[in-house]
Structure formats: C-alpha cells, structure tokens
C-alpha cells in the first residue's frame, strides 16, 4: 500500500510538469455482421465500402516528413468476436513485388503492412501485427513506449491474407479479441499506428512516426474510437502435446547395462491458459516439454567464470520483459530444469542430462491502473544418477538433485506520461535436503534476493533519465555449502591479501548488498550524455536463481556522444561517442580502467560502419590467481570495426574485426562475418564464419602443491604460462517455405579449437606479472608432463587441447491449424579430440565428422484447443 501510494504523488507530481500534448489523429472502428466478411486479402466485401479508411502517412526513411512515393490505405472494422483490418498498398510495378516466404514471426526483405494497437490506452504499451506481401505473418509485444523494445515470444493466434493485383497488393487481418488484453468498459478508447515498409526504396511510412532526434512510440499513436459494448474474453485455452522421440549413440561399449546404443521415449503434457479477470492471464503446464529445438553454440571456456546461455523454451520467453528488473540478473531462467549439481563415480553411469519439470504456473499482466504484475513458480523434480560396478555387479542409486521450489514476482508501477517507473522484485529457491545430505556440501538450502528500482523521465518528452535501484541476497546451507561459497570466484575470500574479507568457516549464511544509481540525457538534435556508478558487496550472491560473475565491485562510468541524424551530403547519419570506465573492489583498491572511443555512420545507400578504438590502462585483478594475491593487469589497446549492407537487400552480409595488443607482447585478433541470400521466394541460405588467433602471455594454470613458494606471493606458488589459442567456425543455415505455415529448416555448426601451453612459470610476487620460467619441462617416459625446478621434480596437467565439434538440427515445422504446430526433428551431435595444441586451419572443421556423437529423432504434436 505504501509503495501504490508514493507512485501516486510521484505520478501527481511528474504530472504536474508536463506539457500539453500535441493534437492527435482519429479514426473510428465499424461494426458489421460476422457473416459479411470472407478473408481472402481482396477487400471486395460490402463491409470494407462502409469503412474508414486514413491514408495520412508520412515517410520516416529515406526522407523524414516528406509525403510517401506511393498511396497507403487502411481501416478497422469489428464484429462480436474479432478487430479487423483491410489494407490496400498501392505501387508502380506490382509484378515486381518481392514474395518472399519465410517462418512465422520472421521480418524477411519483402514489403509489409505493420498495425500497432495500444489496447489499455496507456500510451506506453503495444500489440504489433504485421504481414508481408506473400502473407507471412508475424506479431510481437512492445512493453515500454520504445519502437525497439520489442518482446517476440508473444503469440498470439490470428490470421492475415494477402492478394495482388494490378493497382499493387491488398491485406486483411482478422484478431480475435481473445488475444488482446483491454480494459473492460463499454466505449473502448485504444491506441493505433500503421507502418508500411518498402525495401525496394529503403522507404519507411508511418500514419504517426517518431522523428530520429525524439524517443517514444505508442505515446504518439492516434485514436482508435467506435469499439463498443465488448468485454473482455475468460481466455480459456488448451493446448495438450504428444511427443515421441529415439535417440542414438556412438562407441557404446558391450558391457554398459545402461545402454545399447538407442534410447527411445514418449511424452504426454499439456499447457493451459486461462484469463484472470480482463488484464491478468494464467499459464500452468503440466509434465511440460521443455526440449529446445536448436542447441546452444559450441565454446571452450578457460576462464573461472560460468557461461551463460539465451533461453529458447516458449514457457519462460513468453512475457520475460515482465520478470526483468532494472538492476543486476535477479532471474534466470535456465537454471530451472538446468543439470544436475552433483555427481555419481563407476564402471557405467546412467545419469539424467537436465532436471525434470513438474510443473511451472505463472500469473501476468498489467492493472488498469498501470501496475504491471509477474508471478512465476516451478517444481523440479529429485534426480537420481545410477552407477555400475563391474567387479561387484551391483547398480547404486545416488542423488544428484534435490527436489526444488522456484519462484520469482516482479511488480512494477507506471508513473507519469513520460514512461517513468517504480518497480520491485523477489526471488527464492529452497531445496529439500538437510545438512547430513552429501548434496548439502555444495548446494545452498535455501537462496533470496530481490530488490527495488525507479526510472524517472523529465524535461521535455522525458528528455533526460535517472535511474537506479537497490538489493539484497540473502543464501543460507551447510557451514561446507557457505564455505564453498566465500571461496568460489565470484568473490575469493581466501585472498591472503585482502584485509576487509576474510573465510570464515562457521558461518551458514551470506547476506550481500547492491545499489546503482544513473542519470543521463536521452535525447535531443545532437549531443547524448551519461554517467553512474554500481556497488555489489562482497557477501552479494545471485547464483542459485540468477546470474552473478563477480561481486566485491565498484565501477563508475561517464559517456558522451555527439550524433547527427539528418541525411548530409556523405552521411544519413553518423555518431561520435568518447566513454572511460572505472572498477575497484571494496579494499579500494583499483582493479581495471579504460577510455574508448566509438564512431558509427549508415551512407547514403544504407551501408552502415563503425570502428571503435580502447586504451586498457591496467589495474591490479583480484580474481587472476584465483583466490591468491592481487596481479597486476597488463595494459593494452584495441582496435575493432565492422561494416554492414543494407538490410533491405536480398542479399546482405556484414563483417567485422578485432586487433588487441598488450605491454607483454600478448595480441589477439579475431574476424567474423555473415553473408545471407534469398534464391527466389522459397529458398533461403546463410553462413557466418568465424576466426580467433590469440596468444595471451598469463594464462592461468595451477596452484601448485609443492612448498617453498616465495615470502612475495605468501608463501604459494601461482604457476601460469603463455597459451597460444585458435578458434574456428562456421554456422550455415539453408531453409525451404513450402507455404507460410510449413518450412524446412536445416541448421548446422563445425566448430575447432586449440590451445598450446608453454613458457610455464609462477609468479614472482603480488601486484606484479613477473614469472619466473621453471628450469625445465618436458614428457617422462610415462608420457606425463614432468617439470624440474629449483631441486624439485613434480608433475603438472597436460592442459594442450584440441576439441572438434558438429551440431546440426534439421526441423520440418507445419503450422496445420491455428496455434497447432507438427515438428519433426533431427539432430546429430559430434564431439571429440583431435591434434591437441595445433593451430587450427580450414580443415580442421571437418576432423569432427570422425568422432563419436548422438543422433537424436523426434515427433511432437500440440493441438490448440479456445474452450472460451
């Protein structure tokens, strides 16, 4: 209640100092008989004569302001369960029309009719729906007033048809009410803006556009009147799934019980919708299947630090924005169904690849009075891994995941017009084990964070920002689970020079902190600018429902950027930015620092380059020796560019390159690119190669176990060497549209990379990067990795490698059905080791295809089923 009632005199307040908006365009919606409309996309029904068409528009590209080149029509009408638009596009040479078939919510290079619709008439949110000239459809969500915005895991089901003809090409749409969320009020007011982009003129029109200089979207839109006398639809839908699938493996040995070398299974769930009222939605799902159809790239990772992946499962991207808090990854939804944590050792070991769902229920939606609400909660299921003993011949059953509840909200307030907010998040997870639980030695019991954030817009059109928020974390386990946790490298308590943390091996819970604060300017005719400052404490832990690489920071960064975006006489418009950034931990001391410098420019012919050059100026790292002394981070510049076609062509590419020296002799370069094509109105063929040569002159190798380590470095001894690493890659894609609702697609991924140890040393003393070489190294007749130093011999990891990877999907997709989808999948994983330590070259990418992998082969069905 006390947070409602401070957004309320903020809102008052912010209210007060705004000015008065500009005259609006209208247009007025007309209700007609469901029976007297077919469609087809021809706009030769009756209803269509007695609609209102505006055809008002006004271009944003190439020329901004200037009247379109060609005429654009378009109206709304109504019935008891539907809003439909009609659309004619007139143009010059309608047999030259691009027709370019493409996936569902895919944006391809053909001409296209976009309809926005701001149905709460918050002027700050938006339901987009468009089609394109060969009638694929694709819709999205917009939930801020920004065009870029945009969440595209809305999916509504609707329909579109197109038609062509000798004055240029025609559109209808027909959305049922059920998939839009408005207010319940017996005269409708909505928001609505029409675009329609023409990529053969790079030509943009818009019904009501925002000029390049200004920010907003759906704050602009015009008047959507007439809609009357309907309510809000229950929401009520069904959509239950069967899936089979057989999966298939390479270099199984004879003796494993747990395998033959095939795996086949079925599947049976369902997902359910059902609206809470008009503006709050439920989604449940049950025995849910969560499989992606494309797998995450390939990586080697040498660093201390996780890698983080992009969801792709429907339940979880489907509304994210309103789980997303303006502050540190609070939430990350990965980590629900993630892998196992722990571990099972034997002969034979059957253990499950990802933690079982049983079931996942979330609650969202937005208040008539601009709350924004999202509520999300998930059982995952106690895993098991079962090993084998050849000797004895016993299976033992070990557990490797505790069963877990998950669950997250997020509320957040809309407060004046300018899009200011005021927002608040939680997050928990508790996992069902006690302290005598092996598991409980590495795995928290239970895990809480969340926090509070504002974003403040003022000045004229909300002109300027300041934003900022404040956390917590709070985790709680075992004294080995926490122990565990103050050593990870997200913080190093074991750091033996660090005087303001320490281990402290009795404790059972950590409490951390977090608070951000940034004001920057946000638009205006040419100079942007912007400065900040973050802290995470030391204790600040996120990782069991989150994402956190590092806490112990305290950065602060400053940015200015000059911009012109009115065409000149070389440019459409270019930008001039100058940034520095700070970090230090919290024993103050300086851990990184940089100035960059960044320019970006689209020509004339909407080609598009940039160049960007850094100056590293060193600091003292508090994670490179991983839980030792600080080490001095060497200095260095960067220099990167790219450059871009146009992206209304057929055919476009892009490339772009890095080169990065260091005072050490260190250097990395790396280029990359793509190049995508259309062959006709079916076919569609990309590839986007990939190439990294570095060779780092510290990478990290051990903490050696033999004693004598110097007085300098605490007595330890920190061993490191130069690596020398490779990397190359290609992603290929090629797709075939049978019609707009059944494709083809075909992905795949040869990936090689290496890496070379040498120069191997340890580290002289803290705060420096001086390595003393050992004596000497070399391979013992045991062919082990022997070295001789200062009268001692040891043994240490042979860490050359060279791993070779393919992955590859082959997807049939049929929509048969509105909101009903058929998919047939193929994937065939490879992976193995091939010249460990050997740069790799152009061939190396085929070395995969003699290793061992997976093949994997499903069929899954779901069926829409609109109860209400």
């Not at 000239?133 to 007033?145: C, L, S």
């Not at 974390?473 to 926490?482: M, R």
């Not at 082969?857 to 209400?868: M, N, R, T, V």
Request: with cysteine; glycine share 10%.
């Amino acid at each position: 209640m006390l947070f409602l009632t401070i957004c309320l005199l903020f809102s008052s307040l912010l209210n007060a100092n705004t000015p008065d908006e500009p005259p609006r365009k209208h247009t007025k919606a007309v209700k007609f008989n469901s029976n007297e409309l077919k469609l087809d996309g021809k706009l030769d029904d009756p209803v269509w004569k007695n609609a209102i068409f505006v055809s008002d528009f006004l271009q944003k590209e190439p020329d901004q302001g200037a009247s379109p080149t060609v005429k654009t029509e378009v109206a709304i009408v109504y019935d008891e369960k539907a809003i439909y638009i009609g659309a004619r596009m007139y143009c010059d040479n309608p047999g030259a029309l691009r027709m370019h078939l493409d996936r569902h919510d895919v944006q391809n290079q053909s001409e296209q009719l976009i309809v926005a619709l701001d149905t709460y008439h918050d002027r700050r949110t938006a339901y987009v729906f468009g089609v394109n000239t060969a009638g694929v459809r694709f819709d999205r969500y917009h939930y801020e007033d920004s065009e870029g915005s945009r969440d595209f895991s809305y999916d509504p089901v609707w329909e579109a048809k197109t038609a062509v003809d000798e004055k240029g090409w025609t559109a209808e749409m027909r959305i049922p009410f059920s998939q839009l969320r408005f207010n319940s009020i017996d005269k409708q007011v909505w928001g609505v803006n029409f675009n329609r982009w023409i990529p053969a003129k790079n030509e943009d029109i818009y019904w009501i556009y925002t000029p390049r200089d200004e920010t907003g979207y759906a704050s602009r839109f015009g008047d959507l009147e007439g809609i009357e006398t309907i309510k809000p639809s229950r929401r009520i839908e069904v959509l239950p799934y069967a899936a089979s699938d057989g999966k298939m493996f390479d270099g199984v040995s004879p003796s494993n019980p747990f395998s033959d070398g095939s795996d086949l299974g079925y599947r049976l769930g369902a997902d359910a919708k059902m609206g809470l009222g008009p503006n709050l939605t439920l989604n449940a799902t049950f025995n849910p299947d969560f499989g992606q159809v494309e797998a995450d790239p390939a990586e080697v990772n040498l660093s201390a630090f996780e890698t983080f992946f992009s969801e792709r499962r429907p339940f979880f991207t489907e509304g994210r924005q309103l789980f997303s808090a303006n502050g540190p990854r609070y939430f990350y939804s990965r980590r629900i169904g993630g892998s196992p944590h722990g571990s099972a050792s034997g002969d034979f070991v059957d253990r499950p690849n990802n933690t079982s769902i049983l079931n996942a229920t979330k609650v969202t939606g937005r208040l008539k009075s601009g709350l924004s609400i999202g509520a999300l909660g998930a059982i995952t299921e106690r895993e098991y891994a079962t090993s084998y003993d050849t000797i004895t011949g016993l299976n033992t059953s070990t557990e490797i995941e505790p069963m877990t509840l998950w669950g997250v909200t997020r509320i957040m307030q809309e407060i004046g017009n300018n899009g200011s907010t005021a927002g608040i998040i939680l997050t928990g997870v508790k996992r069902d084990m006690d302290d005598s639980d092996p598991l409980a030695q590495s795995l928290h019991k239970q895990a809480f964070s969340g926090g509070g954030d504002f974003l403040w817009r003022f000045g004229n059109g909300g002109m300027y920002q300041l934003k900022g928020y404040a956390g917590f974390s709070h985790v709680a386990g075992s004294k080995e689970s926490i122990l565990n946790t103050q050593q990870k490298s997200a913080r190093y308590f074991q750091r033996p020079d660090a005087d303001y943390v320490s281990i402290d091996s009795n404790r059972t819970s950590l409490t951390g902190f977090t608070a951000s604060a940034e004001i920057r300017k946000r638009s205006g005719k040419h100079w942007l600018w912007g400065l900040g400052a973050v802290s995470e404490s030391p204790d600040f832990e996120l990782n069991d429902m989150g994402t956190l690489s590092s806490a112990d920071d305290i950065d602060s960064w400053v940015w200015l950027n000059y911009r012109e975006t009115q065409p000149g006489n070389l440019f459409r418009n270019y930008q001039f930015e100058v940034s520095t950034n700070t970090g230090w931990n919290h024993g103050g001391i300086r851990t990184f620092s940089n100035i960059s410098f960044f320019s970006n420019a689209t020509w004339h012919n909407f080609m598009n380059t940039w160049l960007n050059l850094n100056f590293q100026l060193g600091g003292l790292n508090d994670s490179r020796t991983r839980g030792g002394p600080l080490m001095q981070f060497e200095k260095g510049w960067s220099l990167s560019g790219g450059m871009s076609s146009n992206w209304a062509s057929t055919t476009r590419y892009n490339v772009n390159g890095t080169y990065a020296v260091d005072e050490l002799d260190g250097y990395y370069y790396s280029i990359r690119g793509s190049l995508s094509t259309r062959v006709g109105s079916r076919w569609e063929f990309s590839l986007s190669p990939r190439y990294v040569r570095e060779d780092q002159p510290r990478q990290w190798v051990t903490l050696s176990d033999q004693s004598g380590g110097p007085v300098e470095t605490y007595g330890k001894r920190y061993a490191f060497s130069k690596i020398k690493k490779s990397t190359l890659s290609m992603q290929i894609r090629a797709n075939y549209f049978f019609t707009p609702d059944l494709s083809l697609e075909v992905y795949a991924e040869p990936f090689a990379a290496s890496g070379h140890y040498y120069d191997h040393g340890e580290l002289t003393a803290a705060r420096t990067t001086d390595i003393r070489l050992y004596d000497s190294i070399g391979y013992n007749s045991n062919g082990e990795l022997e070295v001789t130093d200062g009268g001692q011999t040891f043994l240490i990891l042979d860490d050359d490698f060279g791993f070779r990877s393919f992955r590859s999907n082959v997807v049939l997709r049929w929509r048969f059905n509105p909101g009903s989808t058929i998919y047939l999948v193929w994937q065939r994983n490879l992976s193995g080791s091939r010249d460990p330590g050997r740069t790799v070259r152009a061939g190396s990418l085929f070395d995969s295809f003699g290793t061992e992998g997976t093949d994997f082969l499903a069929l899954k069905i779901a069926y829409w089923i609109p109860i209400s």
